[in-house]
């Protein structure tokens, strides 16, 4: 398996602009995370999903970030607009049924929003 | 709440050094705790994860770690240190009784191996 995939791996974009960032479960996984990494703050999750249906979206910072999961190998984290503060790595992680299951992450996207 | 204490920002050794990683938690129920390894410009790798059973949990790489529920801790162990493992470790927790699927991470501990 090539594990979770996103794309793209680096982003540069100017205040704003509309960002999209996109990922590809592991195949057979049912859950699909979304996290921000940032020096100050650490990693922290935005949003998961279960079989494509948002569950728990209290991470999201404010209405400027939305995520979607149309089906059970996409999903996508837009920003819109952004702003410089938004500059941070994004991943993705996969996970399978279970609340014992191991949660695999992408190699992330790295926004810069100037 | 849930919540999860990497008291150490940085840890140094040598390698060949027996090397430690600590990690403390908080949940209200029993824990699920897991070992996570991000190298630069990457994402997260598992390491190991506790679920039950034996306290000592052996996982990728040569590490391991010890549940220890009367401390609440989950350090990671590794008997000789390689420069390689250089690299940001994580911890992180589930709580069992906790119907979200939510992992709390900690704040990461940098490890740095001296040839």
């Known amino acids: 398996d090539a594990g979770v995939i996103q794309s793209p791996r680096h982003e540069v974009t100017e205040m704003g602009q509309e960002v999209t960032l996109r990922c590809k479960p592991i195949s057979g996984h049912d859950y699909l995370f979304w996290y921000r990494q940032t020096m100050m703050r650490g990693l922290e999750l935005l949003i998961y999903?279960?079989?494509?249906?948002?569950?728990?979206d209290s991470g999201m910072p404010e209405d400027r970030f939305s995520a979607k999961m149309p089906n059970a190998s996409f999903s996508t984290l837009k920003i819109q607009p952004s702003e410089p503060r938004d500059s941070a790595v994004y991943f993705c992680a996969s996970s399978t049924l279970g609340v014992q299951e191991t949660q695999y992450f992408g190699p992330g996207t790295r926004l810069l929003v100037l | 709440a849930q919540s999860v204490a990497q008291p150490e920002d940085q840890v140094n050794v040598a390698e060949g050094n027996p090397l430690t990683v600590k990690c403390t938690y908080s949940v209200s129920g029993n824990p699920y705790l897991f070992w996570y390894v991000q190298y630069p410009n990457r994402g997260l790798q598992f390491l190991l994860k506790?679920?039950?059973?034996?306290?000592l949990v052996k996982g990728s790489y040569g590490f391991e770690a010890e549940f220890n529920k009367s401390q609440t801790s989950f350090h990671l162990k590794k008997p000789s240190a390689l420069v390689s493992d250089s690299a940001l470790y994580f911890c992180?927790?589930?709580?069992?009784?906790?119907?979200?699927?939510?992992?709390?991470f900690g704040s990461g501990t940098r490890l740095l191996v001296r040839p």
């Open positions: 992180a927790v589930r709580d069992v009784t906790d119907s979200s699927y939510k992992l709390i």
């Open positions: 999903f279960n079989n494509n249906v948002p569950i728990d």
């Open positions: 506790y679920i039950t059973g034996d306290n």
